[in-house]
């Protein structure tokens, strides 16, 4: 099956600093998305985004499928962007399913 | 608003004893899907269902069975309890045309 890897595994930031997360993945997606669930361990959906750049707020996802990488911006972090952000993909024949990388674990302090 | 709810937030079983989770959605989607969540291993798939009593296995459904007899509700049910089966039990659903998944909020779910 797929692989999809996320980097980095944990980080730290200062209330205020600007972030990239990556999700690398192993073979052509129909399909991927970006999670985060908040400490209490809700899990929301941020971007749909197969393909080509989005924006929401302070966060952009941009997702460039011919080099199977997926990036997702954290401008001008806030205590409530803490949580564990997830890059999901579903790849050709896989259906229904996705297939989730390991997530970043990701603090940000006052 | 999308809502997705699991019967409990958490859980204390026994060894061998029979578990059921459950999972209402009230957005009428086709979809609903069953995952576990352990550090380290982000979340797995163990079942989904596409349709009133349909189900596929996902990547992990060892030890587990699904059941989908009304369109909102898929219950995920453990017929004998391992400590192996401790861990963070999530369901989503999704409209059969579109692609983002809502998630309920989960049942921590603790076998002794």
């Known amino acids: 099956g797929i692989q999809v890897e996320q980097s980095p595994p944990d980080l730290i930031l200062q209330e205020g600093a600007n972030s990239t997360l990556r999700c690398n993945f192993s073979?052509?997606?129909?399909?991927l998305q970006w999670f985060h669930q908040n400490p209490w361990g809700q899990l929301i959906n941020l971007f749909y985004?197969?393909?080509g750049t989005k924006q929401n707020g302070r966060l952009s996802a941009t997702t460039v499928a011919t080099e199977r990488y997926s990036l997702l911006y954290i401008s001008s972090s806030q205590t409530t962007d803490s949580g564990v952000y997830f890059c999901?993909?579903?790849?050709?024949?896989?259906?229904?399913?996705?297939?989730f990388g390991g997530g970043t674990r990701l603090m940000v302090k006052p | 608003d999308v809502k997705v709810t699991q019967s409990s937030r958490y859980l204390v079983k026994r060894t061998g004893e029979k578990v059921f989770l459950e999972c209402v959605q009230d957005?009428?989607?086709?979809?609903m899907f069953w995952y576990r969540q352990d550090p380290g291993l982000g979340l797995r798939l163990i079942y989904f269902?596409?349709?009133?009593?349909?189900?596929e296995k996902g990547d992990i459904p060892e030890g587990y069975s699904v059941s989908r007899e009304k369109k909102e509700r898929f219950s995920l049910i453990l017929e004998s309890a391992s400590t192996n089966q401790t861990s963070m039990y999530l369901c989503?659903?999704?409209?059969?045309?579109?692609?983002?998944?809502?998630f309920g909020p989960g049942t921590r779910l603790l076998v002794l």
């Open positions: 989503a659903s999704r409209d059969q045309s579109q692609e983002t998944q809502y």
């Open positions: 073979d052509s997606v129909n399909n």
């Open positions: 985004i197969p393909s």
């Open positions: 999901a993909v579903s790849y050709n024949n896989a259906g229904n399913m996705l297939t």
């Open positions: 957005m009428d989607h086709e979809n």
């Open positions: 269902s596409y349709d009133v009593k349909m189900k």
